[in-house]
Structures are given as structure tokens and as C-alpha cells.
């Protein structure tokens, strides 16, 4: 049967609201995410049901040697058309920048603020390595859970933001600003980047003492203070370290991934990072260690609730072009 174009707008729209229905998000974030995602939908209905959408959510591990695994999951996951136009998609939201006297963007805070910030950290070349060399769980509806390797020889990454304005904006206002092509090199640079940072974390396990790092510049970020400063780390609170723990979040949906690994996640030698726990680590040894500890909740603000909420959404509605393009 043929799907009208406003059959599927229809269909991304209902699938989009049961999906921020079902997020575990306060309600004001999910009032809020609704008329985001209907702009986001009618923004991007043409562009991205004309690709097929190849993973959606899909976790993947990369081995990078015996003891050490990236894991992850590219959440818009990698779209294909034709043979050779494969790209993976990571959609943001982004807070709206505060306004200068001539009523532009802050120059704190601008699209070349943030192209500048996604395409220097580590997030984009984690997925290309994925891409590259990783191993993804795919699963649809209906069928059996797949492991897939991709291969791509030199990945492409896409990145957008949904900029939580009034009305809403998309960076980059130019899409060909928001395309990153990862050479050999770079992704080698990406892979030696996570090796060494395994290896720090493997030798302060041994040394079997904590904290790992104490306060100071790193505790304040983006005009925020980190939330272990007061309870924990400048009260000289440090919870001990015994199991090494994955530092995934329950609903994480990088935790499917780890029973195809083939390392044991207990062992304390084996080291398993996320580009998340990648990151805490470079900001904080001490962050990366009680993060990672089990029963450490997350970080909540209504702005993270607010990106989960249309994240969720943008999960559902490729999920429809997936389905769509594979009738
Ligand atoms: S965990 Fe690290 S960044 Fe956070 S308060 Fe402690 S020392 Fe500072």
C-alpha cells in the first residue's frame, strides 16, 4: 500500500507523542518537547524519509584490544542511500543562546560556538569509529536481534541541533556545516585516545586508594558547580571503589550491548568506556570513578528532561521511516 506524504506525517506525529507520552520526563518537559518535534517533523519529513534508515538506537562495541571496549549507541543511528551515501546521524538540542545588544546570538554561545564544540569532542569520532570498525545490535520489530558490522572505510558523521528557541531554530543554518568525514588517521587518533585513557583508569584501580583527583578548576563548568562537590569531594567523602562497574545508567540502551563483548565486566582489568564516561574521565578522574559506581543517578535538570523527551520523539519517528523504507 502507498503511503501518502500526509499518511506519514500523520504517522511520525503519532509516533512522536507516544514516545514523549511514554519518556520518563516530568510532564512540563513533556508539554514543552511536543511542539518541537511537530516542527521537527515538518522540517525534515522530505530529507530524511528519502534515506533508509539503517540502525535507529542501535548499540554498538568497538574492541580496541584484549581489555579494553567503546561502547555506545548512535541514537539517530545511520541513514543510507544509494551505495556509497552513508552517513550517522547524531540530532542535538541545544539551550537558545542569550541575545547581544544588536539582538543577535551571544558570542558566548552561537552556532560557530557549537560547531566548533561538537566537531573538537570526542562524540563524532567515537560513532565514525563504530562505523569503521565497530560491531552494532540491530533490532526491528519482528525480527531477530542481528549483529552487524558496517565497515564504511572513511565514515561520515551528520550532526543537528534542535535549538530550544522561540520559534525553534536548527543548526547549522548551512547542513553541509554539520557533515564530518573521518579519515583513517583521525579515527586511529580516536582509538589511541581512548587506549591510554583505559590504561590511566587500569592503574588507578590498581593503586586501590581514592579519590582519584581532587577539586579544582575541573568542578566548575559552564557556569555550574558539580554535583559531587559539596556532598562528596570538598567534604573528603569518597566512596571506595571495589567492582569495577560499566558506568551505563539502567535504561541506558548501551547495557544490550554487553553481553556480546566478550570480556567480563567485573574484572577489573577490563575497561569499558562510553564516549559519556570518555568524557567524564577527561574532565575528572574522580567524576569518571563515581559515576561509574552502581546506584549513581544520572544528572536531572529540566533541560536534559526536555532533550530526552524530543530525543525519544526523533527515535519513534525514524523508527516509521525505517519501517517505511523497508516495505
Ligand atoms: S568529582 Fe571531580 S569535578 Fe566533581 S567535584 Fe569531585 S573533583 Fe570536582
Known sequence: MTTTAADLHAECHNAA??????????????????????YWISRFIAEDSAYVHVFVESPFFVKLDERTVVVGVVDNGVMRRGSSD?????????????????????????????????????????????????????????????????????????????????????????????????????????????????????????????????????CHKFNSTCRFYEGMCTSHRHPPTDIPTIGLQPGDPANKIIPYIGMDPRDPEVVILSYSAYSAASRCAELHRIEAMEGVEGEQSDALDIGAAVHAGIAAVNRVYQRVNFQ
Not at 158 to 173: E, M
Not at 177 to 187: A, I, R, T
Open 17 to 38: 507523542m507516544k514516545a514523549i507520552i511514554a519518556a520518563p520526563v516530568s510532564v512540563t518537559a513533556k508539554a514543552l518537547a511536543g511542539p518541537y518535534l511537530e
Open 86 to 218: 552513508i552517513v550517522g546521524c547524531e540530532w542535538k538540542t541545544c539551550k537558545a543562546p542569550k541575545k547581544n545588544k544588536g539582538g543577535g546570538d551571544s558570542a558566548y554561545w552561537n552556532e560557530q560556538v557549537w560547531v566548533d564544540q561538537i566537531r573538537e569532542g570526542a562524540q563524532l569520532g567515537t560513532y565514525a569509529l563504530a562505523m569503521r570498525q565497530g560491531t552494532f545490535l540491530v533490532e526491528m520489530e519482528g525480527a531477530e536481534a542481528e549483529l552487524i558490522e558496517m565497515r564504511v572505510p572513511e565514515p561520515y558523521i551528520r550532526v543537528r541541533a534542535l535549538v530550544k528557541d522561540l520559534p525553534p531554530r536548527i543548526w547549522p543554518t548551512n547542513a553541509e556545516n554539520g557533515l564530518f568525514k573521518f579519515p583513517l588517521e583521525m579515527l586511529n587518533y580516536v582509538r589511541n585516545a581512548y587506549l591510554v585513557k583505559a590504561g590511566m583508569i587500569r592503574a588507578m584501580r590498581r593503586a586501590k586508594v581514592v579519590p582519584w583527583q581532587l577539586p579544582g578548576d575541573h
